[in-house]
Every structure is written in structure tokens, then in C-alpha cells.
């Protein structure tokens, strides 16, 4: 049977949004900072991983989805 909600690792993330994995990877170093300052996370912040393989995050591409539909700003801008 096959995943409708398939596992994204950085790369796949990368790709999906045109940048390098060195970019996801300084969206998800912001969103840590933040916690660790002890300041809420936006809704312009990246997700933080839905689990992690070994040092390695993963997200579902529905939480992937999700923050590139809610994120203000610069998030998805209607075609036209």
C-alpha cells in the first residue's frame, strides 16, 4: 500500500523548495535557537521535525504542506 504522507529527509525538502540542504538546514537552526531562547515558535518558523533517523530530521510532507500554506509573508503566492 502506498504512503500518502511520505517522509521527507533535508534533501528531498531542499528540492521541494528549490534551495540547497544547507538552507533547510539554517530554517530549522532558527526554529531551535528560538526554543532554546524560550521564545514561542511562529508560524513563519520552520517545523520542527516530525521524527529523526540516527542525526537525521524528517518531516511529513503534510507538515511540509501545512507550513508553506499557513506561513505568512513569503509563503505560496497564488499563481497569476
Known amino acids: ?10 534533501a528531498a525538502v531542499a528540492a521541494f523548495f528549490k534551495v540547497g540542504a544547507p538552507t533547510v538546514r539554517i530554517y530549522l537552526k ?17 517545523p ?7 542525526r537525521s530530521p524528517v518531516w511529513k510532507r503534510s507538515t511540509i504542506m501545512t507550513w508553506l500554506d499557513n506561513r505568512p509573508g513569503s509563503g505560496r503566492r497564488p499563481a497569476g
Do not use: K, S, V, Y
Not at 500500500?1 to 529527509?9: G, R, S, T, Y
Open 1 to 10: 500500500m502506498p504512503d500518502n504522507d511520505p517522509l521527507l529527509d533535508t
Open 30 to 46: 532558527r526554529t531551535r535557537a528560538r526554543i532554546a531562547a524560550g521564545e514561542p515558535i511562529r508560524e513563519q518558523d520552520f
Open 48 to 54: 520542527l521535525p516530525d521524527e529523526t533517523f540516527g
